[in-house]
């Protein structure tokens, strides 16, 4: 080994001239000597520094060839390996290199426990990134996972019904779901079951939810934009397995004939709602004499339940009567002979809820049914517009909901109330009087008979609404009687269930009745004088806090009240002027 290289060579080292520095080694090398292997672990941390790490490496190797008793071949191996990351290979050169120490070398040996320190350290810190990076991608994995994949068909196919029940189109939202549960969904009839057609693309739509359904459409529903399509006469409905079909909404279309064409008029028999708007030409199930939903059948069968007609004439009154097991029937904007709506009525007992809206009625009003027209199950009853008087005697044992909305006259209102109260009417939970003109008595004594009232709506009144609101701020007196005592009168809490008052658009009601009737229902603390009294004490009677306050367009009501009455009362709306009602006065 040429000792001047060397020099020249831990010079350049020094220097950060690592290029020379690799020369200088590189020739001392060459020469040769007794000592090669310092100037090997020299030319090995050259390396190091320039980062040829399997240049280093095969240079510490020989290092520890030539002086396998040495420590600096294993100390620099150790060094390699580190930069290397192969941990466990660098702590045993190491320990080889502390092993091959003097007891005097005690800098020496710091420095290799300093690496060892340091290999430790980055062992433990490559190992936490790595429980990192398995952590990241577990939760990569979850967050792109397809849940719906590991569901069983049946599960799947049950949380379609109840998607579909609310949303007609979640079948195309589920089939976008994932590629896998496409098929899945494109092969379950039960989600193509509801057809809906309009002006984009019927005949198409129509023959694909076919298609899918396997003919088993329940629900069946046409737009009157579909007739904007040219030529459109109900392409691919008959391919429809039409016994199926439970719901059938038709607007602006000739049902009749377009079933007469195909050979299907007899084919609605399990049709359980049926709803028609603006029809043209017969009017099912009153029009054809073949039609399936004439009354065939008295053996109470018939499947139809509800019908809603709007916009539409109904049949002459010698027409015979093609339904009667309805519980729900809506009218909307349908001219009619009132004897043949009351033949209508009388003849469907078990209707739950009747809505009449603008009925428009010829000479003969149904009148003669005054006396004997009763619907025992009829729970809610609408009314709204021109209607014929016969409603207004009609027995209602069962009545729970009255709305009444721009009555023609206000004689005719009062006759319906007078006639609840005379009929003793006692189960209403809800009366709403809308544009109502109509006499505060009557009003009041139907609140009488009605305990169970919860909600209770006077709008758009001029002057009777503040007189039914003093008459809930105060009590009044009921007499009972028995055979062996006479009459005593008891102090009764009007209506002692409300809860739910709205009096909007009633410029007479004022800030006290509303104040006196809010606190009179507050619940009540024991007084004194009744707790000293005890058991002889008279108990008030117990009502109902009032829960929801509408009041909006009432001018007279001071709005410094308005904290207060928010304080006792959950909800409170009032609105004095709308944004459009600011223009017009």
Partial sequence: MSRKPFEEGLSCYKA????????????????????????????????????????????AKHTIDLAPDRWQGHARAARVFFRMKKFDRSRIMVKMAMDRLKDEETERRASLLSLKAEVDNAEAQVEAEGRQVKRDLERRRRLFADHMGSLPIEIFGEIGKL??????????????????????????????DVLVLTRRRPRQKAKLWIQRSKGRIRELIIRSSVLDIPHWSGDSLDLLQWSYLRAFRVQNWDVVSFL????????????????????????????GTSS????????????????????????????????????????QDVATDGGYLADLLEANPL????????????????????????????????????????????????????????????????????????????????????????????????????????????????????LVVEALADFYTSQTTTNLSPPATNPEILCPNLTHVNFSKCPSVQTGPLVRMIKFRLPQLPSTEAQQQGEHAVHRPEAEKITSLVIDECHQVDPAWLNWFREKVGSVSCVYMKKKAKFRT
């Fill in 16 to 59: 950060g001239n690592y290029p020379e520095a690799l020369q200088h080694f590189s020739k001392a090398i060459e020469r040769g000597g007794p000592n090669c292997y310092n100037v090997l672990d020299s030319r090995a941390a050259v390396y190091l520094k320039i980062g040829d790490l399997k240049s280093a490496l095969k240079d």
């Fill in 163 to 192: 998607l579909a029940r609310d949303n007609h189109s979640a079948s195309i939202i589920l089939s976008q779901v994932s590629k896998p549960w496409r098929a899945v969904v494109h092969n379950l009839p039960y989600l193509w």
């Fill in 260 to 287: 007469e064409s195909i050979g299907q008029l007899h084919s609605l028999s399990n049709l359980e709602c049926h709803e028609i708007e603006r029809p043209m030409g017969k009017l099912l199930p009153f029009g």
């Fill in 292 to 331: 399936s939903l004439s009354a065939e059948a008295d053996d109470g069968s018939q499947p139809l339940r509800q019908l809603i007609i709007t916009s539409a004439v109904l049949p002459a009154g010698d027409q015979p009567i093609r339904v009667s097991n309805l519980t729900s029937l809506i009218l």
């Fill in 351 to 466: 209707l739950q809820h009747l809505t009449l809206k603008n009925i428009g009625y010829g000479n003969n009003t149904g009148d003669s049914k005054d006396a004997k027209t009763s619907l025992p199950c009829l729970s809610v009853l609408e009314i709204k517009g021109l209607h014929p008087p016969f409603i207004y005697a009609l027995s209602l044992p069962e009545l729970q909901t009255l709305r009444v909305e721009y009555p023609t006259t206000s004689h005719n209102l009062n006759n319906l109330l007078r006639h609840l109260v005379a009929t003793n009417t006692s189960h209403l939970t809800e009366i709403t009087l809308r544009s109502c003109s109509c006499d505060s008595t009557s009003i009041i004594d139907l609140l009488r008979i009605s305990p169970d009232l919860q909600h209770l709506e006077i709008s758009n009144n001029s002057n009777q609404a503040t």
